[in-house]
């Protein structure tokens, strides 16, 4: 049982192209996050929700867009496309000061 | 600025040999820390944290890491690699505020497993 999951794993796609990642945890935690990893494996914070409501909100372009229909699913979907959106997306959850338990990873490429 | 710090992007080991990846924190990150392995093209796995109680905190895969207030420090230790270590190295601390809060990441140790 994935504690975890995201979809898709592999996502490639042409600049100016809108798409969506999609999040789900088994977990019952409370609150779900955004990691993106740059090429250089430098992991940051985009955004984070406690029970469906925005919590975190780092300097992230508006083309890039959190939603959380329950506090189970964090889904973030990305407007027009650019070259460096070319990343890998992790998808996190927690319950309080606990550790955060991470998806796979969403690889994006943008051609 | 709160921050983690991780004073080696690389370390080469051999098999066998003992290892010490380091980590320094802030003192304006919390002190709920955080050691992930990332392995080629798989997610983060949680090796151990440290939370509270005692400051030598034992994990997954005999690795260990001991938190020291004085220095600021969380480093990874383990005293004998594998091959199978190999892998990438994320020492994290916790950004916290209410109930619930960010991870600040060092910029990792790609550890390496010689023969």
């Known amino acids: 049982d994935t504690a975890v999951s995201q979809t898709p794993k592999y996502l490639v796609t042409q600049m100016g192209n809108d798409k969506s990642i999609k999040c789900e945890q088994n977990l019952g935690h409370d609150t779900m996050y955004w990691y993106k990893q740059d090429s250089k494996k430098f992991l940051k914070i985009m955004f984070s929700?406690?029970?469906?409501?925005?919590?975190i909100n780092e300097t992230v372009p508006n083309r890039f867009s959190p939603k959380s229909p329950d506090k189970a699913h964090l889904n973030l979907h990305i407007n027009s496309l650019e070259l460096g959106d070319s990343a890998v997306y992790f998808c996190a959850s927690s319950q309080g000061t606990g550790p955060q338990h991470f998806g796979d990873g969403t690889r994006l490429s943008i051609l | 600025a709160q921050s983690v710090t991780q004073l080696d992007s690389q370390v080469p080991v051999f098999e066998e040999a003992p290892v010490e990846l380091r980590c320094n924190y802030s003192?304006?990150?919390?002190?709920?820390l955080f050691w992930y392995v990332q392995y080629p093209n798989q997610g983060l796995q949680l090796l151990l944290k440290y939370l509270s109680g005692s400051t030598l905190v034992k994990g997954i895969n005999g690795f260990e890491a001991e938190f020291n207030k004085s220095q600021t420090s969380f480093h990874l230790r383990k005293p004998s690699v594998h091959i199978s270590d190999t892998a990438e190295y994320f020492c994290?601390?916790?950004?916290?505020?209410?109930?619930?809060?960010?991870?600040?990441f060092g910029k990792g140790t790609k550890l390496s497993v010689k023969p």
């Open positions: 994290a601390g916790l950004n916290y505020g209410g109930s619930q809060g960010n991870l600040i």
């Open positions: 003192s304006s990150v919390s002190v709920y």
């Open positions: 929700y406690n029970n469906k409501e925005l919590i």
